[in-house]
């Protein structure tokens, strides 16, 4: 099963930054990021603060900005 992130937040500086984390995080890989600032969206994964990080539609952090090293941990105990 191919790998897919969502990052859920508002357009803030902090849910950029762990967009941008994130691209650099699974550079060199095939994993697809995708960025959703819809409020609708995002309630559906029950994600109460932002910024959220969703791997395979399960929702894995939320609340703070996690660096590239955190997310590649992560990714690696998804998988």
Known sequence: MKTNIK???SGCKACHKLYDNTLKAVAGTDIEVEYITNLQRIMQYGAMSMPAF???DKLVCSGKVLKPADIAKLLA???
Request: no cysteine; glycine share 12%; aromatic share 0%.
């Open 7 to 9: 990052v859920l937040g």
């Open 54 to 56: 969703v791997v395979n």
């Open 77 to 79: 105990k998804q998988n």
